[in-house]
T-cell receptor
Framework: KQEVTQIPAALSVPEGENLVLNCSFT??????LQWFRQDPGKGLTSLLL?????REQTSGRLNASLDKSSGRSTLYIAASQPGDSATYLC??????????????FGKGTKLSVIP | DAGITQSPRHKVTETGTPVTLRCHQT?????MYWYRQDPGHGLRLIHY???????DKGEVSDGYSVSRSKTEDFLLTLESATSSQTSVYFC????????????FGPGTRLTVT
């Protein structure tokens, strides 16, 4: 059974700092990995999707890397801002049979950026 | 933002009553999903659909049923609600099965008393 772990569970940094969020998974047979952001009381917003054949993806100040063989992904946030405060979730997609794919989520890292 | 709405957004119900949650999309995406989110567990898949009338079970499907009679609507039913089903329920959609991103709705907070 696939297990996804995100460490740390919570992180507090001063504004302007660069930071890295970690995600690890136990089964390297993944199809892709997706990073999400969730604001309190809200749904999930997709940030980046990395296919299993890719090493990284970038969007603005965000950069996500994937090392499938070691079961790890990182989300790098450059020059953090108070508006980046949210919970960040990673999810891995695996093939579940009959043409279907399922996401397995980590429990998230709650980020607080202090002005 | 993906055109996904969920109704109701909040509901309080009593143990033993039936409850139906609705997910509506305007994106014409083939795949739709229901998740629940609980502290300490993260998001877990309940059921998903890969087309009209085509559904399958996820990780935590016991006590839930689903139906999809139209591309745009995916219903989640709790036949007899229990307190353990108190949770936040999210609907998600994707255009493709595997390579595509999933987009999430705003969620429904359900409390079973």
């Amino acid at each position: 059974k696939q297990e996804v772990t995100q460490i740390p569970a919570a992180l507090s940094v001063p504004e302007g700092e660069n930071l890295v969020l970690n995600c690890s998974f136990t089964d390297s047979a993944i199809y892709n990995l997706q990073w999400f952001r969730q604001d309190p009381g809200k749904g999930l917003t997709s940030l980046l999707l990395i296919q299993s054949s890719q090493r990284e993806q970038t969007s603005g100040r965000l950069n996500a890397s994937l090392d499938k063989s070691s079961g790890r992904s990182t989300l790098y946030i450059a020059a953090s801002q108070p508006g980046d405060s949210a919970t960040y979730l990673c999810a891995v997609r695996r093939y579940s049979g009959a043409g279907s794919y399922q996401l397995t989520f980590g429990k998230g890292t709650k980020l607080s950026v202090i002005p | 933002d993906a055109g996904i709405t969920q109704s109701p957004r909040h509901k309080v119900t009593e143990t033993g009553t039936p409850v139906t949650l609705r997910c509506h999309q305007t994106e014409n995406h083939r795949y739709m999903y229901w998740y629940r989110q609980d502290p300490g567990h993260g998001l877990r898949l309940i059921h998903y659909s890969y087309g009209v009338k085509d559904t399958d079970k996820g990780e935590v499907s016991d006590g839930y049923s689903v139906s999809r009679s139209k591309t745009e609507d995916f219903l989640l039913t709790l036949e007899s609600a229990t307190s353990s089903q108190t949770s936040v329920y999210f609907c998600a959609i994707s255009l493709l099965a595997g390579s595509d991103e999933q987009y999430f709705g705003p969620g429904t907070r359900l409390t079973v008393t």
